[in-house]
């Protein structure tokens, strides 16, 4: 009789500790997301939510449908976005802790983007220069464009 | 869904968002037959519009092979500093454009010029794509959608130019203006981002101020461009013509 006790207790206190535990080693800080220069396309709290539906309505919209004007595009978002190192020059929109890799790495969601894409702004260099050496290290800049065109609202499910 | 082909387009349940009337409403504008199986599913044959109706813009490239020299790559170098593509060529990594040299074995007489993507109005590489991912944009670019391509090398088999090309690596550094990673096909894109931009192709710049300037750009159906009026100017032709798939690039001198 006593001995049940004993184990029921010890038990009981190893099943305590043990969720304190694991709930603490499963505590996940949420990320620190760096902050863009400039107004983003939509609220945040849409952008959070609908980002993914944005950008595929965007890149139809671009490489379909000829609309070529669209700002709101992935380019864009990443020129805003990016960091700089000390050194002045941007780090990849995916490398870890940076404005995609952050969210992402915390909800567990692959993302394929950077596959293709490039992951750092770069200005459009002109052939001239291309020529020469130092063409290829052309400096990024921020657009100038800061997006109005944004659509007035964004259906679930529509690409 | 282009009208680029016939194709027939059966309509079951209507799918979120799309509103089968206004569909059809855009079938019977493009002079085309709609036919109800039952209620709700619909055939609809669609008539084949010839890529060499005028359209306003068709873009298209002059090369001038009596200029070209054998020595010269201007075009090649540019394109591959341009797009970010790879300068060793192996047989994963993407080439857009090459010298290419040619000599009439009964007269000995030796031409060299660039070939790319001939951007045709019949494109054979937009027929074969299963996905629909090889498509010709309104202003006669044959582009490839990456979203779309699934890496099946249909396209690669089907050009007769040998002009797109598969790739096969992991890429990196890649330009803004120009996505590509790996298990997707390309091709030459006639620099699609410049020439919205109101510039010409990395290619003709290139060749203008650095190479033989034996490169125009232009709008084809314009015949005021300066690529309209030599074209009327003197003979030209396009590689393989007898296969009648009307590209793009025209050659004169060869």
Redesign the interface.
């Known amino acids: 009789m006593k001995t049940r006790a004993l184990v029921i207790a010890g038990l009981s206190v190893l099943i305590f500790f043990g969720a304190i535990w694991a709930d603490h080693r499963g505590t996940v800080p949420v990320p620190l997301v760096p902050t863009a220069q400039g107004h983003c396309v939509l609220p945040t709290a849409l952008m959070r939510r609908e980002h993914m539906m944005l950008l595929r309505q965007v890149r139809e919209q671009i490489v379909r449908d000829d609309k070529n004007d669209r700002t709101d595009r992935l380019t864009n978002c990443i020129a805003c976005h990016v960091q700089t190192n000390s050194a002045g020059a941007p780090i990849p929109i995916n490398q870890r802790g940076q404005f995609c890799a952050a969210c992402h790495t915390y909800v567990g969601v692959h993302l394929d983007c950077f596959a293709c894409h490039a992951t750092v702004p770069q200005k459009a260099v002109s052939i001239a220069n291309l020529m020469g050496t130092k063409g290829e290290q052309a400096a990024y800049s921020i657009p100038r464009v800061i997006l109005q065109n944004a659509p007035a609202s964004l259906s679930r499910g529509h690409s | 869904m282009t009208g680029d082909r016939t194709d027939l387009v059966s309509d079951a349940a209507p799918e979120?968002?799309h509103d089968p009337s206004r569909r059809r409403l855009f079938a019977l504008a493009g002079g085309a037959v709609a036919a109800v199986l039952t209620p709700g599913v619909t055939l609809f044959a669609r008539t084949l519009t010839v890529g060499s109706g005028k359209t306003p813009v068709r873009y298209g490239l002059l090369i001038d092979s009596t200029r070209c020299t054998q020595g010269c790559d201007a075009c090649v170098t540019?394109c591959q500093?341009?797009n970010g593509l790879s300068k060793k060529i192996t047989p994963d990594t993407a080439q857009w454009i090459r010298k290419v040299t040619v000599t009439d074995p009964q007269t000995g007489l030796t031409r060299s010029f660039p070939v790319m993507c001939q951007h045709c109005a019949q494109a054979t590489c937009v027929d074969v794509c299963p996905t629909g991912a090889s498509?010709r944009?309104?202003?006669g670019i044959v582009?490839v959608?990456?979203?779309r391509c699934i890496g099946c090398r249909y396209c690669l088999m089907a050009c007769p130019y040998k002009a797109r090309s598969f790739v096969g690596r992991?890429?990196k550094?890649?330009?803004?203006?120009a996505?590509?990673?790996?298990g997707?096909a390309e091709a030459c894109t006639m620099c699609v981002?410049?020439v919205?931009?109101g510039k010409a192709p990395?290619c003709v710049?290139?060749c203008a101020?650095?190479g033989k300037k034996a490169m125009v750009f232009g709008n084809l159906h314009d015949p005021k461009s300066e690529i309209a009026q030599k074209l009327a100017q003197f003979p030209t032709t396009t590689i393989r013509a007898d296969l009648g798939l009307e590209p793009g690039v025209h050659y004169r001198g060869i």
């Open positions: 979120e968002g540019a500093d341009y498509y944009r309104p202003d582009l959608d990456k979203h992991v890429v550094d890649q330009k803004p203006w996505p590509r990673g790996k997707t981002e410049r919205m931009d990395a710049t290139a101020e650095r």
